[in-house]
């Protein structure tokens, strides 16, 4: 009888309709995890969840804003529901707007702070009250940022959601490690997804260029990061945060970004 990585667990991934989500998403079902994949596009949720049950991975798609507490427990619900209880949690789902501190609008910095932070607070304070339920532990997993490490032009605002994460994931060491729940971060750098690709066909050969490795992240990269910390590999991991971003960090070269209207988004 075979054994995969992630048997007898089970996930909710948000975010998870295309690029890093998708990838996580993809690779825990694959190797034997019940998934619940959200998306806020309910018809890319669906294909989605359809590409990972093709590779016979089983996963049940979710469409929701996963920054709204009503859809958060209710995620939570049907992965108990679908397959018994939740072990997993990668709060993947977050909004890059870019912009000029002097002129930011107060309604981007209100959306950026509900989706990256709030969002992420909400699902895992759900998360865990359901692992301390099961008495039986679990992974929580949350998406950081390069940002949040070093300085990038017209980002401040992302970049503080960012950092807050990774506090809140060193902060709750204290609350849930009593329950056997650990807390991480991913955070990664220039990756190449569906939404990098549209928003700028030049960015590989950007960030190729400024990467100690010679290359931006693929989606697998991240994955496979964000697979280690939720596997029993990393069972003595907690608090910390996990960079992948080809050395850039090391050197911070910033890309030119003197063709963007920053003031708008």
Same mark, same amino acid.
């Given at each position: 009888m075979s054994s995969q990585l992630f048997d007898n667990q089970v996930a909710i991934v948000t975010g998870a309709g295309q690029g890093i989500?998708?990838?996580?998403? @993809?690779? /825990? $079902?694959?190797?034997? =995890?019940?998934? +619940?994949? #959200?998306?806020?596009? @309910?018809? /890319? $949720?669906?294909?989605? =969840?359809?590409? +990972?049950? #093709?590779?016979?991975?089983?996963?049940?798609a979710f469409a929701g804003d996963a920054s709204q507490p009503e859809i958060i427990d209710a995620m939570v619900d049907e992965a108990v529901r679908c397959f018994g209880k939740l072990t997993l949690t990668v709060a993947n789902a977050g909004i890059t707007?870019?912009?000029?501190?002097?002129?930011?609008?107060v309604e981007n910095?209100?959306?950026?702070?509900?989706?990256?932070?709030?969002?992420?607070?909400?699902?895992?304070?759900?998360?865990a009250r359901q692992m301390r339920k099961?008495?039986?532990?679990?992974?929580?997993?949350?998406?950081?940022?390069?940002?949040?490490?070093?300085?990038?032009?017209f980002l401040g605002a992302y970049a503080m959601t960012k950092a807050g994460l990774e506090m809140l994931a060193k902060n709750l060491v204290i609350e849930l490690s009593p329950h056997g729940i650990t807390i991480?971060?991913?955070?990664?750098g220039a990756t190449l997804t569906e939404r990098t690709l549209a928003e700028d066909p030049?960015?590989?050969?950007?960030?190729?260029?400024?990467?100690?490795?010679?290359?931006?992240?693929?989606?697998?990269?991240i994955a496979n990061a964000a697979l280690f910390l939720l596997s029993p590999h990393s069972g003595h991991i907690t608090g910390q945060s996990l960079i992948v971003d080809g050395?850039?960090?090391?050197?911070?070269?910033?890309?030119?970004?003197?063709?963007?209207?920053?003031?708008?988004?």
């Open positions: 989500g998708f990838e996580i998403a @993809k690779q /825990l $079902a694959c190797q034997g =995890a019940g998934v +619940i994949l #959200n998306d806020t596009n @309910k018809a /890319l $949720a669906a294909e989605a =969840a359809k590409k +990972i049950r #093709n590779k016979e991975g089983e996963c049940v707007l870019f912009g000029d501190f002097f002129e930011y609008p910095l209100r959306k950026v702070l509900e989706v990256n932070l709030m969002g992420s607070f909400l699902l895992t304070q759900a998360a099961q008495k039986s532990g679990g992974r929580i997993l949350l998406m950081s940022s390069v940002v949040g490490h070093q300085a990038h032009q991480n971060t991913v955070a990664p030049t960015y590989p050969k950007t960030w190729s260029a400024i990467t100690p490795m010679g290359r931006p992240a693929i989606c697998e990269d050395g850039w960090t090391s050197v911070s070269p910033l890309p030119d970004l003197s063709n963007m209207n920053v003031k708008k988004n």
